[in-house]
């Protein structure tokens, strides 16, 4: 072993208690940086993905003009066609919906509620949506459930909000009349309906306004042949989102079509989880600052203490560069241990609630929301490895970088005065 | 201190160095340190202090020289300056023929490292490294293949009757053992020149005179020029050459110890 790193391993080790101080420090960081960093993005992505099952998708496709004016006159007329050619154009697609929004109102008796209905196909609604998932429902059955052929009464089903079925005053197997203003006609068109199923998402705005019902009978109820409001497509990584809905937006005929993305659908998501992410970017930021803080005095009060030793190697002829260099790999043998001990635990806490979750009702006794996203009770650690390689080697940069005026310090001391220190 | 045999000095002729025998030949006679009217001034909070006058040496290839005299009398100070460890505030100093005047701090860290040894009055071991690898220290400062230094470290520290205690710490060494240490990583590299300030002040009598009759041997069996500074008598009859500072002046320039020992 060269003698600047034999002294340095040697040095760390012979001051055993300062070491093992400064590695608790630098250990807890990264460790706790990893775990924080692998709950937050687990928490990030659990914000997104419930997002997107909320009547979102990753990528969704309209027709030029929708969301400037999403009325019946912007609709996708070959739905069917387009869906087709996205099946074939996008590789990453695990399911593709066509969903049809109507504006509307729902009427129980005295009570009348302005809501949005959505038409969607029951079957593949189900394998997307938290909406239309068996574990929101609250009573009765999801349109998926209900059987083909019509009840008795022939009523099409309709699944509405907790909330909204309060309103209404409505429970199960309770008719109720849905009006909406048809395409091309100042009549209102207006069909019962036959509660068969009530959710309940957490989402103020879902719960009290929105119903469900099967896109063939909101088809009818509007007057419409196939046309839908919208093409949504989930993708098999969040992560693909971009590139895709960048190529499908070349791909498509230009001026007919309008591509977004769930971020640009629904910003205040977006803005929610950007704004989580970069409170605890801050976090780690002030963490490092005081652990940089925290090394520079370990690592000048080692210079100091070894100012002796340092006049006499330059005393005896060694460069400053020489003695830069041992304290420069005291620091990084130091950094390596810690980064790697730290990684290690770090990695264990993360890969724990990677497969068993972190509880959050049971750790702060209530659910989360954030971006008007209600979190899940339960959500799951994660990380992204090219983030977290930049997180480990921006400590590994940072120890070094406050070691270099220590380093300096002691390449510069004067050897007749050094060689006499306490 | 088991005081070495005079047969196993010769292991100094390093793997790979010249003779040093044939050295001395080549250096007899030839100036190592020359002083031209060199004083040295320190300044603090203002105040002024002259350290050394106007001092005038020579001291030739292979000579054993002290500079005595009592504390405060500007030896260390002088030492420093021969040592190339300061610069003087005045006048000029040469070694091996060469002015320094000119020379950067790293040129004279080079000089140091190539050409002297240096022996402290408080051994000033690496604590980490053991006498082994505290004697190859400044060979690898030179840039020496592994090798070449280990033998040469073995070679001299066995020499010096540490061959036993080469892998201990100087923690695990007695004060003797560690400034035999220090003098064999002084003598290893086969310097220049080799300075030692106040080398015994630390041991006891015995052990004091053993290290003098060491420095003794080197000297006269391997040429190397040594220059020490004590207050000690007894240190300083052993010299060839006596220079007796007082009060930054050099009182007598030129005196034989056994003269300096019967006006002590």
């Not at chain 1, 003698?3 to 608790?24: C, D, F, G, P, V």
């Not at chain 2, 040469?94 to 701090?105: A, I, M, P, Y």
Request: charged residues 20%; glycine residues 8%.
């Amino acid at each position: 072993m060269k003698l600047e790193r034999k002294l340095a391993m040697r040095n760390l080790l012979r001051n055993r208690q300062r070491s093992l101080l400064t590695s608790i420090m630098i250990v807890a960081t990264v460790s706790l940086m990893i775990l924080f960093q692998g709950l937050s993005d687990g928490g990030h992505r659990a914000m997104v993905d419930i997002g997107i099952k909320m009547g979102l998708g990753h990528v969704l496709v309209y027709q030029q003009g929708y969301n400037d004016d999403p009325s019946l006159e912007h609709l996708l007329v070959d739905a069917a066609a387009t869906g087709q050619q996205l099946q074939q154009s996008v590789p990453e697609l695990t399911h593709m919906v066509r969903r049809l929004h109507l504006n509307g109102l729902i009427q129980a008796g005295a009570n009348g509620v302005p809501i949005t209905l959505a038409g969607v196909d029951p079957g593949l609604e189900v394998q997307v949506s938290r909406i239309a998932d068996r574990k929101s429902m609250t009573a009765g059955q999801t349109l998926a459930e209900l059987p083909r052929e019509r009840s008795g009464n022939g009523l099409p089903g309709i699944v509405i909000g907790e909330q909204l079925a309060r309103n209404l005053e409505v429970g199960l197997g309770d008719r109720v009349t849905v009006s909406v203003k048809p395409k091309g006609s100042s009549d209102l068109s207006r069909e019962a309906f036959l509660v068969t199923g009530i959710f309940k998402t957490g989402m103020q705005e879902l719960d009290a306004f929105w119903a469900e019902l099967d896109i063939a009978d909101a088809q009818r109820l509007a007057r419409l042949g196939q046309e839908v409001s919208v093409l949504a497509l989930y993708l098999d990584d969040v992560e693909k989102v971009g590139p895709v809905a960048a190529r499908l937006s070349s791909q498509l005929p230009a001026g007919k079509y309008e591509v977004l993305r769930w971020d640009q659908v629904a910003p205040e998501l977006h803005s929610a989880v950007m704004l989580d992410a970069a409170g605890m970017y801050l976090l780690m930021v002030i963490v490092f600052v005081v652990v940089a803080a925290a090394i520079l005095n370990t690592i000048l009060i080692s210079v100091m203490k070894r100012t002796r030793e340092f006049g006499v190697m330059l005393a005896l002829g060694a460069s400053p560069a020489l003695v830069v260099r041992v304290v420069f790999w005291e620091a990084l043998f130091l950094a390596l241990f810690c980064i790697a001990l730290g990684g290690a635990l770090g990695y264990a806490g993360h890969y724990h609630f990677a497969t068993e979750g972190l509880n959050f009702r049971e750790v702060f006794g209530t659910t989360l929301e954030a971006g008007g996203v209600l979190l899940p009770d339960r959500f799951f650690s994660f990380i992204y490895p090219g983030k977290l390689a930049f997180s480990l080697l921006f400590v590994l940069l940072l120890t070094l970088l406050v070691t270099i005026y220590p380093a300096i310090r002691a390449s510069r001391l004067a050897p007749v005065e050094a060689t006499r220190h306490g | 201190m088991a005081r070495p045999e005079a047969g196993k000095t010769a292991v100094l002729d390093a793997p790979g160095n010249a003779s040093s025998t044939k050295k001395a030949t080549t250096m007899a006679n030839t100036s190592v340190i020359r002083l031209e009217q060199v004083g040295k001034v320190f300044e603090q909070k203002k105040q002024r202090f002259q350290a050394l006058k106007q001092i005038d040496l020579t001291v030739e290839s292979s000579e054993f020289v002290v500079i005595a005299g009592p504390s405060g009398s500007g030896k260390t100070t002088l030492l420093n300056l021969i040592g190339l460890l300061d610069q003087p505030s005045s006048g000029k100093l040469f070694f091996n023929g060469r002015d320094l005047s000119q020379c950067s701090s790293t040129e004279l860290a080079q000089l140091r490292r190539d050409q002297i040894g240096f022996v402290f009055q408080a051994y000033n071991l690496m604590p980490v490294l053991t006498a082994l690898e505290n004697t190859e220290m400044v060979m690898e400062f030179r840039g020496m293949a592994a090798d070449k230094r280990r033998a040469a470290a073995r070679k001299t520290l066995t020499a010096l009757g540490l061959g036993e205690l080469m892998d201990r710490y100087p923690d695990q060494l007695s004060g003797g053992q560690q400034q035999r240490v220090a003098v064999a990583r002084a003598v290893a590299g086969e310097p220049m020149l080799v300075i030692a300030d106040e080398p015994t002040a630390n041991l006891d009598s015995r052990t004091a005179e053993s290290l003098m009759d060491l420095m003794s041997q080197l000297n006269r069996e391997h040429g190397i020029t040594f220059i020490f500074s004590s207050h000690d008598p007894r240190v300083i009859s052993r010299a060839k050459r006596v220079i007796s500072l007082c009060d930054g002046s050099i009182v007598s320039p030129v005196s034989q110890a056994v003269e300096f020992s019967h006006a002590v």
